[in-house]
């Protein structure tokens, strides 16, 4: 993630759905994006990246088919070639995704579950995108 912003010492408040700091965060106007890479668990070198518009700020998950799930602020499913960051397949779910992906198995069949909604998150990450459509879904994908 590549945002600045300004952090200041002050009690704040606990909100409901709003991230939380501890302090005051105000997000600078300005260029900001985010980013997937992947690294080489063995020398720690960087085999690809993927520049995205947006923050990334759902969590990932890497299969054992060499598949990464992960989604968008803007609302977009993704999967990743974990070899090559190739994006394999995108689903517009319509609202924002901050979440985690989860994977399970029923009767041999692999299922990938994404939850999508972004509660009070947007306003934090991507203030550019407050005022999107706010909702809350889990899709649920069969893998072939």
Partial sequence: MELCATFTSSETEFAESMPYWGSAFQPLKGEQWGGI?????????????????????????????????????TGEAIALDARTGEELWSFQTGNGIHSSPVTYSVNGKQYVAIPSGWGGWLEGFA??????????????????
């Avoid at 993927?50 to 992960?70: C, D, K, Q, Y």
């Avoid at 203030?127 to 072939?144: I, M, S």
């Fill in 37 to 73: 890479k992947a690294f080489d668990a063995s020398t720690g070198e960087e085999v690809w990246s993927v520049r995205t518009e947006h923050p990334i700020i759902a969590s990932m998950l890497s299969t054992a088919g060499g598949v990464v799930f992960t989604g968008k602020p």
């Fill in 127 to 144: 203030p550019e995108l407050y005022g999107a459509p706010r909702g809350t879904t889990l899709f649920v994908f069969a893998l072939p």
